[in-house]
């Protein structure tokens, strides 16, 4: 299941592009998060657009660790593919194999976990979503989840 918002504008022509495979344990997050900002910068971004990026990049990243993979912890990996598009825009894609999500459309959902130990928020794919302008994600139980994010940034930057 998935849902697609306002995708059609970043059909563009793929410029740069960086893939990273990383295995799914929780001391990477913060390379995964650092690595796409470092990979965006060549587009001199707005100190609050890198800070949104990370932001949702951290989210995603997150899920997949502690989800995605949460029956076969320290055991899975994360791809995550960023490209640099024509028109100033960022597409960033973050893979798991992991259990997958059963309904897409209830995850995405403000406030939704499936955190039993109250840990979590359940405002990841919220956060993913203010902080982009298109968010996709597709999921097969038993097969993994893929998470896509567009972000176009502004001509000017340092915005
Ligand atoms: N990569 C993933 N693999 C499996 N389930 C996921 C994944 N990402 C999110 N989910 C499911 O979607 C729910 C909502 O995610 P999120 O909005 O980030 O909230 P939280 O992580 O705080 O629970 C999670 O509780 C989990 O059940
Ligand atoms: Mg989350």
Redesign the pocket.
């Known amino acids: 299941m998935s849902r697609t918002r306002r995708t059609t504008q970043f059909s563009g022509e793929i410029l740069n592009k960086i893939q990273i495979k990383l295995p799914a344990l929780s001391v990477n997050e913060s390379m995964a998060r650092a690595a796409v900002a470092a990979f965006v910068s060549q587009l001199d971004p707005g100190v609050t657009e890198i800070a949104d990026i990370k932001c949702a990049v951290s ?1 995603a990243v ?3 660790i ?3 993979y949460r029956d076969t912890p320290e055991t899975g990996s994360i791809a995550i593919t960023v490209s640099i598009l024509s028109g100033r825009a960022v597409k960033i894609e973050i893979k ?1 194999k ?4 059963p309904d897409v459309g209830q ?2 959902q403000p406030l ?4 039993a130990a109250g840990e ?7 956060v993913m979503e203010s902080f982009t302008d298109a968010l996709k994600v597709t ?1 097969k139980v038993g097969k ?2 893929t ?1 896509t994010m567009w972000k176009k940034l502004s001509e000017r930057g340092r915005i």
């Open positions: 989210e997150t899920n997949a502690v989800h995605g798991d992991g259990c997958g999500i995850a995405r939704y976990t499936t955190d979590r928020s359940g405002m990841g794919f919220t999921s993994g989840t998470v």
